[in-house]
């Protein structure tokens, strides 16, 4: 079983798929391997998405348990990354479409100006931006820069032609700006006053 380590994301795909020519040891072997691989991108993947550490969680096991599911041993394999993200994007949606936002734009400037103003604290602030947006432009924003997918594998994955994808991300980042222009604003404000 030591071997899996040595295979191709295809080849473990096609082991994990195949109930005829390998047992269930065999293809629980495949099917670790590759989580060990990928895990660690679809959870930051999920989280990124979804905003909060426990629903990531769930969004992210229950992507693996339909990988593993859907299986099929017909299936010509040729990116397992990209079908990974495509099954976490589809637990995520199905996730969001269920929820109502609980921060809305007010709430969250409100919040960044009680928080002290700290360098580590740029990735959180970045967080909670992220969820203030669209679904699609904070989709197609994680994708690129966060996955490093093109705006052409993002459009494969969502249905939509690459230019859509660029123009989401573009205006991703825009909003982005726009949301946390206060945090810059009063940041510049405090640094002022204390060189003063």
């Keep these: 079983m030591s071997d899996t380590g040595a295979l191709s994301d295809a080849e473990l795909y096609a082991r994990m798929s195949d109930t005829e020519r390998y047992s269930k040891r065999e293809r629980d072997a495949a099917f670790t391997e590759l989580y060990h691989r990928h895990a660690p991108r679809v959870y930051a993947y999920c989280r990124r998405i979804m905003g909060d550490d426990d629903v990531a969680k769930d969004a992210f096991q229950e992507a693996f348990m339909r990988f593993y599911s859907t299986a099929d041993p017909l299936r010509t394999m040729t990116n397992v990354p990209a079908f990974l993200l495509r099954i976490a994007r589809n637990v995520c949606l199905n996730i969001k479409r269920s929820a109502h936002p609980t921060l809305e734009l007010e709430d969250y400037h409100s919040i960044t100006r009680e928080q002290p103003y700290e360098n580590d604290e740029l990735a959180e602030l970045l967080a909670r931006a ?55 604003s009063d940041r510049t404000e405090d640094m002022n006053t204390t060189d003063e």
């Design 130 to 184: 992220l969820e203030l947006l669209p679904l699609e432009y904070r989709e197609a924003f994680v994708l690129h820069e966060y996955e490093g997918l093109s705006y052409a594998e993002i459009g494969a994955m969502t249905g939509v032609s690459a230019d859509v994808v660029k123009v989401r991300a573009f205006r991703a980042r825009q909003k982005l700006r726009a949301i946390l222009a206060p945090y810059f």
